[in-house]
T-cell receptor, first 116, second 114 residues
Framework: DAKTTQPNSMESNEEEPVHLPCNHS???????IHWYRQLPSQGPEYVIH???SNVNNRMASLAIAEDRKSSTLILHRATLRDAAVYYC??????FGSGGSNYKLTFGKGTLLTVNP | DAGVIQSPRHEVTEMGQEVTLRCKPI?????LFWYRQTMMRGLELLIY????????DSGMPEDRFSAKMPNASFSTLKIQPSEPRDSAVYFC????????????FGPGTRLTVL
């Protein structure tokens, strides 16, 4: 499985933008980049995903490098409720042997602390 | 929409006892996933189903663990016999299709085996 590398922790101030980096130098052409987050004492929550182009949704933006070896999750204005562990995950989009490629493999993620 | 429902939310049992965790996926979702989270190993995928059929159980740690999905609205994860090292938070997630990019996670079951 292709691996991702994220900083263990990051800190931000409320109302400021946050840029969460992710390196995935061994990404394959069929890997989608997914971001999930896990708030304290809750299950993970989908944030955003992309393949090649930058993506925006109501929660965040995803900036993908041209060579796809890295990406950045952008929270435009951090709030206290954004304090969570953020996971960057690569997911193979090819359908192989009955669907066994559709796994989400979570790493350690980045613990984001938001200061008031 | 109620989201993914898991029960019980907390379970404390003694070593050697059978434990059954339950999950109700979101109505209309065809894929269901069981994960386990511990401090040491993080979040691990145990098994997943598509249209009630197990697709990949390579993450199931050993024969003491078994999972079933008798119908589209119910799944169980059973541990028999349980051991202290099984203590973890167990999450169930569902998605509309296996290829869907968004999985919806339940609140988890915190299992403590004494």
């Amino acid at each position: 499985d292709a691996k991702t590398t994220q900083p263990n922790s990051m800190e931000s101030n409320e109302e400021e933008p946050v840029h969460l980096p992710c390196n995935h130098s061994t990404i394959s052409g069929t890997d989608y980049i997914h971001w999930y987050r896990q708030l304290p004492s809750q299950g993970p929550e989908y944030v955003i995903h992309g393949l090649t182009s930058n993506v925006n949704n109501r929660m965040a933006s995803l900036a993908i490098a041209e060579d796809r070896k890295s990406s950045t999750l952008i929270l435009h204005r951090a709030t206290l409720r954004d304090a969570a562990v953020y996971y960057c995950i690569l997911r193979d989009s090819t359908f192989g042997s009955g669907g066994s490629n559709y796994k989400l493999t979570f790493g350690k993620g980045t613990l984001l602390t938001v200061n008031p | 929409d109620a989201g993914v429902i898991q029960s019980p939310r907390h379970e404390v049992t003694e070593m050697g006892q059978e434990v059954t965790l339950r999950c109700k996926p979101i109505s209309g979702h065809n894929s269901l996933f069981w994960y386990r989270q511990t401090m040491m190993r993080g979040l691990e995928l145990l098994i997943y189903f598509n249209n009630n059929v197990p697709i990949d159980d390579s993450g199931m740690p050993e024969d003491r663990f078994s999972a079933k999905m008798p119908n589209a609205s119910f799944s169980t994860l059973k541990i028999q016999p349980s051991e202290p090292r099984d203590s973890a938070v167990y999450f169930c997630a569902s998605s509309f299709e296996l290829a869907d990019n968004e999985q919806f996670f339940g609140p988890g079951t915190r299992l403590t085996v004494l």
